[in-house]
């Protein structure tokens, strides 16, 4: 079925330094989340886009963090700066319609030293 | 708050039996949930997901039942094999809001 490609699988950073996790969403696509996990902790929302626009952001989403899809490439997260709680694998996700079923990518592991 | 939650971190089942994966959650506003696994590569992959206009929907040996006064669902694997081994993620989101909300995630173990 159609795929959801997350760049890079992994990325280690010096903390303070600035990333930016890539997400190729499923083509037909409107909307795009991304989602944070710690290690042994369960998967939570972080921010989903819609329009060119955030529509809905968690307390997660710091200021640090930003989200962008420029012109219809990729969906990207940046943090800048990382800090060492940013630490995570970071899912991404897409859907058609809102509150509707969901593609994920592998994921980004991010290791914040 | 925990709004979805799995109770039961892992599950052990035998070869050809029942496997019954629960959820339940707190938002009674809640109006779509499913059932993701967890594949080695790590991405959850949608197995099921259902509507609150329904309590049961069934796709080959997936059944889901939703409980909507008891706010609980859940997932039973009938046939259980040994490729069903994996961690079982469910996801519950209310109409109007872009989101869904997960469990911890139960990790089924099928022993042959």
């Known amino acids: 079925g159609p795929k959801v490609l997350q760049i890079p699988s992994h990325q280690i950073i010096d903390m303070g330094q600035m990333v930016t996790l890539n997400c190729d969403p499923v083509s037909n696509h409107l909307y795009f989340y991304w989602y944070k996990q710690i290690l042994g902790q369960q998967m939570e929302f972080l921010v989903n886009f819609y329009n060119g626009k955030v529509m809905e952001k968690s307390k997660l989403f710091k200021d640090q963090f930003s989200v962008e899809r420029p012109d219809g490439s990729y969906f990207t997260l940046k943090i800048q700066p990382t800090a060492l709680e940013d630490s995570a694998v970071y899912f991404c996700?897409?859907?058609?319609?809102?509150?509707?079923?969901?593609?994920f990518g592998s994921g980004t592991r991010l290791l914040v030293i | 708050g925990q709004q979805v939650k799995q109770s039961s971190p892992s599950l052990t089942v035998q070869e050809g039996g029942i496997s019954i994966l629960n959820c339940d959650y707190e938002?009674?506003?809640?109006?779509?949930f499913a059932w993701y696994k967890k594949y080695p590569d790590n991405s959850p992959t949608l197995l099921i997901s259902v509507r609150s206009n329904v309590d049961k929907r069934e796709d080959g040996r997936l059944t889901v039942f939703l409980n909507k006064s008891g706010k609980h669902f859940s997932l039973h694997i009938t046939a259980s094999q040994p490729e069903d081994t994996a961690v079982y993620l469910c996801a519950a989101g209310q109409g109007g809001s872009a989101k869904l909300i997960f469990g911890e995630g139960t990790k089924l173990t099928v022993s042959s």
């Open positions: 996700a897409s859907s058609f319609r809102d509150n509707s079923d969901y593609t």
């Open positions: 938002n009674d506003m809640f109006d779509y």
